[in-house]
Structure formats: C-alpha cells, structure tokens
C-alpha cells in the first residue's frame, strides 16, 4: 500500500462507501480504486485528484496534503544516479534489493535520518 492508497481509504471509510459506489460517483472503475488503495497503481493525475476532493468535499488545506501525498505515492520509483559517485549508485541498488526486508523500525528511522539530512543541506 501507498501513503495515497492509506489516505484515499481512511477518506472512504470515513464517509462510509464502498469502493463501488466511489468509483461510479467520480467515473472510474472499483478495479482502478482497489489497485490505488493497494499501491498497484502509479501516482493518479490531477483530474483524479479533483474529483477526489470535490467528491469527499474536503477544504483547501485537505485537498493540499492529498495532492502532496499523492505525489510521494508511486509504487515504482526511479533512482538516477548518474553523475554521482559510485557509493551513491551502490546505495540505491542496495536499498532496492532490501526493502521489502526492512522492519518498520529501519524504515521509520531511515526516513527521519534522511529528513534531518534535508535540514542540513
């Protein structure tokens, strides 16, 4: 599951519909949603992402963070490397193949390593 695939289903359950009944309101597939809510899809575009807001009636600030969370949601992500030096490819390749071994906790304390980084930087 994706950081938008989370949020597009506490929003649904939090206004008590099926995936069904979302998707025949804001004219897409249940297939389309359930592979969102589900990370098997990639970052929805932004007509998508109004009819989702529009749909669960969200204010501005809402919608916002919906947006942003949506962008930071897709499934298959690209690391270029190119340029930089080799630690930097080697580090890519490896998290890649390790990822899906990381317990939440090293993947909780990665994420904050690399956060204060960005305050550094």
Do not use: C
């Not at 949506?70 to 490896?94: C, F, K, Q």
């Amino acid at each position: 599951m994706t950081p938008f695939g989370e949020a597009l289903r506490r929003l649904r359950e939090r206004k008590g519909v099926s995936q069904k009944e979302m998707a025949a309101a804001i004219g897409v597939s249940p297939a389309y949603l359930s592979a969102l809510e589900h990370g098997r899809r990639g970052t929805p575009n932004f007509d998508f992402l109004q009819r989702v807001a529009g749909y669960f009636n969200i204010i501005w600030d809402e919608a916002e963070e919906l947006f942003m969370v949506a962008g930071a949601s897709d499934p298959r992500v690209v690391v270029d490397t190119s340029g930089m030096p080799a630690d930097y490819t080697a580090l890519a390749n490896e998290l890649a193949r390790k990822i899906r071994h990381l317990s939440p906790d090293m993947v909780r304390d990665l994420r904050n390593l690399l956060e204060a980084a960005g305050k550094t930087a």
